[in-house]
């Protein structure tokens, strides 16, 4: 009678939420080659083709979809097992920086679905240097901030080019102060734009300050100023104005992970986040 391997029923579900061979072999701490050795031997296994490869992604065939439903249930039902009918619910906090995490977190959540129910995972969302300071502390696991001071190592997620966005009605005669929708003054990118704007004697008024990116973004639609975001982050909506007005550039910046997590599962966790925002990033 055969028999499924835990690990590589891991291995699958990895592949069907992340689409991406080399990305769940990021997570798994593995080769891509084992993880398509994995697939096979489970498609063998099975006497099922579970996935589609192609030379861009990675899709689950019709007996694959069906089966990604029974593999959640029997990881849930192994780790059930393992840690008895109360499994002890491991935490994981992560602090994600306002001007980093953009449109990604809501799909990097979803990624997480495919790991063990076990896990307990609490997201704060804030500026870098208060993250920073919060992972110093040990409060938090893990942060995605962009670096501030003298933090060394962690890993590169992505690099971010910074542009002045504004609505398209956006109008701003030269010689006025320009207005700007910015977050509060202990925000990293606010001190560069400001800088930026000092250094080109472009006088300048905060038009609006808001609580959070999604705030400024907002404002910035609303057409109260021009916001300093990431191309990533800016909706569709928005126009970078900085040819246009002649604005200084703002340049570019590193989205960095910093962890000190150890335990297996929280380490999973962390490289499917890893992986999965490095894989949307990409797809932008």
């Known amino acids: 009678m055969s028999t499924l391997d835990i690990e590589t029923v891991q291995a699958f579900l990895l592949v069907a939420e992340l689409q991406n061979f080399t990305r769940a072999a990021e997570v798994l701490g593995t080769t891509q080659a084992a993880v398509s050795m994995k697939l096979q031997r489970l498609e063998a296994t099975l006497n099922k083709r579970l996935v589609e490869r192609s ?3 990675v899709r689950l065939t019709a007996e694959g979809m069906t089966f990604q439903k029974d593999a959640k249930a029997l ?3 192994h780790d059930r097992a393992l840690n008895g009918s109360q499994a002890v ?5 992560l602090g994600f920086s306002d001007h980093a995490a953009g449109p990604e977190l809501v799909p990097i959540m979803e990624r997480l679905r495919s790991l063990s129910s076990s896990l307990t995972i609490t997201v704060q969302i804030g500026f870098s240097h208060d993250l920073l300071d919060a992972f110093d502390s040990g409060t938090l696991d893990a942060v995605i901030v962009r670096p501030e001071g003298s933090h060394r190592g962690g890993e590169k997620l992505t690099e971010d080019e910074f542009g002045w966005f504004a609505a398209p009605s956006f109008n701003w005669a030269v010689g006025e102060r320009l207005p700007i929708a910015t977050l509060a003054p202990s925000c990293g990118v606010r001190a560069i734009a400001v800088r930026a704007l000092d250094k080109a004697k472009l006088p300048w008024t ?7 990116v999604t705030a400024v973004v907002a404002a910035a639609e609303a057409g109260l100023g021009a916001a300093p975001l990431a191309r990533r982050i800016a909706p569709p909506g928005l126009i970078d104005i900085g040819a246009t007005y002649k604005l200084p550039k703002l340049g570019r910046s590193k989205v960095m992970l910093y962890s000190r997590v150890s335990d297996a599962a929280q380490l999973a966790a962390l490289r499917t986040i890893s992986a999965a925002f490095r894989k ?5």
Do not use: S
């Not at 619910?89 to 906090?93: E, F, N, S, V, Y």
């Not at 905060?206 to 959070?212: A, C, P, R, V």
């Not at 949307?280 to 932008?284: D, Q, S």
């Open 206 to 212: 905060e038009t609006f300050i808001g609580g959070g």
């Open 89 to 93: 619910r491991k935490q994981l906090a």
């Open 280 to 284: 949307i990033v990409l797809a932008a």
């Open 75 to 77: 990881i849930d039902a």
């Open 55 to 57: 030379p861009r992604a």
